[in-house]
């Protein structure tokens, strides 16, 4: 029987020993939205060992544009990206390990989430949460790439600690850039974009995982596809970067968790709680369901109160919608949800 990887190990780059690297590996896809979907269902076809697939959102009908993993009955359902992610590559390849974690990444839970990974891939919105994930890699000397893409462009750049820059080296500011008005919810994105940076990672994600480092790309690579261009921009790396030079884990070492959101420029606010409160969902829908109308799915809890749609998570974070004000929405969630 000729193996499924037939293809794939025809490539001299790849071989019989590359594939068995593959299969020896752990990729984690940061973020389920258009990059990391095309980016692991890409990963899950060529035989990577372990996914570990992390998102803290659920699916909706206007990610299905370009999300490619998911579909009409999920964003239905409401099912968290992670578990529909999985649902969906396990029919395309069953032979590998799934890891869904339905979390927000932040400097509590990021070095638990890319323990032991081979290489991690980047799936985010957001610079603050890319910031975390750099420190986070550098600290344990694990390769990530980072993309992104917004309107008729996108981005990557391979960060291998130590050998290349990092995500603070070329772009220092990152960090606090957590609020850009300028997101996917504003001025859109094109689904070639996504996916074409998402393949361009899931390549370098491979020549990672074989052990082929020299053949990772040194630049900030840059598509722009409505004008056809293509740039290669330098990426140095910074003689006193904070983060891969000195080493100085400000993000990490601060341990703080944002209390609260607001999510790629929606009228959403995402409340997180702090690391010590344990959320009984069960006992939270016995006691809202007396006086409210609530819909779940096992993997959340949907209700409507005071004119604003809540959801909220088994780990005790909850999205308002309908308000931008972050008072507002921790006023809500403490009346309704507790801490
Ligand atoms: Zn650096």
Known sequence: MISRYDRQT?????GEAGQAKIAASVAVVAGLGALGTAAANLLARAGVGTLRLVDRDFVERSNLQRQTLYDEDDAARSLP???????????????IRYEP???????GNV???IAGATVVVDGLDNFHARAVVNEAC???????????????????????????????????????????????????????VT?????????????????????????????????NEVAMLPAMRADDCEVCVKRRFALLESGDRLMT???????????VPPPSFKLDLDLLRDTLSRSLELQENGHLLRFRA????????PDGRAMVFGTADSRQALSLYGKYVGG
């Open 10 to 14: 025809r490539v001299k780059e790849i």
């Open 81 to 95: 990206k992670a578990e529909a992610a999985v649902e969906h590559l396990k029919r395309v390849n069953s032979e």
């Open 101 to 107: 974690i339905v979390e927000d990444i932040h400097p």
């Open 111 to 113: 070095e638990r989430i």
């Open 138 to 192: 550098v600290k344990h000397g694990v390769p990530w790439v980072y993309g992104a893409g917004l309107a008729t462009y996108g981005s990557s750049a391979t960060i291998v600690p130590g050998a290349t820059a990092c995500l603070h080296c070329v772009m220092p500011a990152a960090a606090l850039e957590a609020t850009l008005p300028i997101t996917c919810e504003t001025v859109g994105v094109l689904g070639p």
């Open 195 to 227: 996916s074409l940076v998402a393949a361009w990672q899931a390549a370098e994600a491979l020549k990672i995982m074989v052990g082929a480092q020299a053949q990772v790309c040194r630049h900030l690579v840059h598509f722009e596809l409505w004008a």
């Open 261 to 271: 959101t607001s999510l790629c420029g929606r009228d959403v606010v995402q409340v």
């Open 306 to 313: 005071d004119d604003h749609d809540m959801v909220v998570f």
